[in-house]
């Protein structure tokens, strides 16, 4: 029961959002948390997911952690953590912020997430951790070629097309969520692009893929917008200057789709 993570006697102080629109006044750069990645989401978007979702001691797993920001939610929150990204360079990053924290509750791995072998060492990962299965898993995909990550052909970022991205992308899903426990949860935070002069719905097509090929049941729809998001103030509001020279609007909000796994 979802209920069972929750202290609902103490339901009136708990800081669990329930609305669908959250807003962010800044991001919470505490603890081990640096805005150093372009692309990373802001901690309290795990925060609130890990939060509701999973009872200290379950495995959050994480396909694409890039600067470790689900990572740090997971050790402050007492959860155990299997993250996997393509780009070493954030890998070694995020090894390097672990040096002196308790190795026994996380995995990192260096690995290609729409990779099959994949699947060889989330199941490596979960026997490290003394467990069998995944309490909860948080997607935070690179959304299509808006930022390249690396330079390798399977990294998302490098897909050709918004199909190839989501073809690769099913194959992440299908790969992670065999070993997601029935019944339990898993979050795609995801926003749209801008191409050809008009906007691509890149979350609702994702959000369509996975209702048209895995069982689950779409349990909320959230927008969030965080009013610190530097690459959109600018100095003199250049954003919205040229929204007002053309006929667009400024992407300032992601999507986090949360659904529950039903085989």
Not at 166 to 173: A, H, M, P, R, S
Request: charged residues 25%; aromatic residues 16%; positive net charge.
């Amino acid at each position: 029961m979802i209920s069972d993570r929750i202290d609902l006697s103490n339901w009136q102080h708990c800081d669990i959002l329930t609305d669908d629109l959250w807003l962010f006044p800044n991001r919470d750069n505490q603890g081990k948390h640096k805005n150093i990645y372009h692309g990373n989401f802001i901690p309290q978007i795990p925060y609130q997911l890990i939060s509701r979702y999973t009872k200290a001691g379950e495995v959050v797993l994480d396909p694409f952690f890039g600067s470790g920001t689900t990572l740090f939610e997971c050790e402050k929150l007492g959860r155990k953590f299997i993250g996997f990204d393509i780009n070493t360079k954030m890998f070694n990053y995020v090894q390097s912020r672990m040096m002196d924290s308790n190795k026994n509750f996380f995995t990192l791995n260096a690995f290609d997430n729409t990779d099959e072998r994949v699947k060889y060492y989330i199941k490596k990962s979960l026997t490290y951790l003394n467990e069998t299965q995944v309490s909860f898993a948080i997607f935070h995909p690179p959304y299509h070629d808006i930022v390249q990550f690396t330079n390798k052909p399977n990294d998302l970022s490098n897909c050709k097309s918004v199909d190839e991205f989501i073809d690769k992308f099913k194959k992440t899903l299908s790969h992670s969520l065999t070993f997601l426990a029935k019944n339990h949860y898993f979050a795609v935070i995801i926003g749209d692009i801008y191409k050809n002069s008009e906007v691509v719905p890149l979350s609702f097509l994702c959000m369509n893929m996975i209702k048209k090929h895995f069982k689950t049941k779409l349990k909320g729809i959230v927008v969030k917008n965080i009013e610190g998001n530097r690459g959109k103030l600018g100095a003199g509001g250049i954003w919205r200057y040229r929204a007002l020279k053309s006929d667009y609007y400024i992407f300032k909000h992601e999507y986090i789709f949360v659904f529950k796994k039903e085989f």
